[in-house]
């Protein structure tokens, strides 16, 4: 059974080991072999959803009593197998966010900043947890202001169709290794 086809079965899995629980960073520990485990379970890889939340502190309420302000999600995602699986979110406190595609624990696929009100702002794409193939910026209205390409982490000329098609098929291999392979 590949990865894929793994996954929902893993979450579930993961639902019911956590007991359904909100998983915080504090439950959390990363391994020498880079991995992310519950300190509660020290044994198995952790597999389930992730969030994080800004730091709170203390406002006045309408009374004038002191009490905490409410939680903002800084972060959200999923582990499977104690390492980044599908789309994770990170806020930042203007609005703005950032939404990255992992497979195996590494970037793949397209990530894609948002200005606030969530505009785009840019996307690119990683291969392997580098930058690979084309990337936009965008204004506040949505229209592309710069292109960019990169090859394996490394910014180039915008290609010829002729190599452009080549190195896109080549990170088409790469991405079809990493998934047939299990992750990373």
């Excluded at 939680?71 to 203007?94: A, D, L, V």
Aim: charged residues 35%; hydrophobic residues 25%; aromatic residues 10%.
């Amino acid at each position: 059974m590949k990865i894929r086809q793994k996954i929902p079965l893993l979450l579930i899995l993961g639902l019911l080991i956590s007991g359904c629980n909100e998983i915080t960073a504090k439950d959390m520990e990363t391994r020498s072999d880079g991995k992310v485990y519950l300190k509660s379970d020290r044994r198995t890889p952790y597999t389930g959803p992730y969030v994080a939340y800004f730091p709170t502190k203390k406002i006045r309420n309408e009374d004038g009593e002191e009490e905490d302000e409410p939680q903002r999600i800084y972060k959200t995602g999923t582990y499977i197998n104690g390492t980044k699986e599908g789309t994770w979110t990170t806020y930042k406190w203007n609005g703005e966010k950032r939404e990255d595609k992992y497979l195996g624990g590494r970037l793949n696929g397209a990530t894609t900043w948002f200005h606030t009100g969530d505009r785009k702002a840019r996307v690119q794409e990683f291969v392997d947890g580098r930058e690979d193939g084309g990337g936009s910026y965008y204004d506040g209205e949505g229209n592309v202001t710069k292109n960019d390409f990169w090859d394996d982490g490394i910014a180039i000329a915008y290609p010829n169709p002729e190599k452009r098609a080549a190195l896109e098929e080549r990170r088409k291999n790469t991405k079809a290794a990493i998934k047939e392979g299990g992750g990373g």
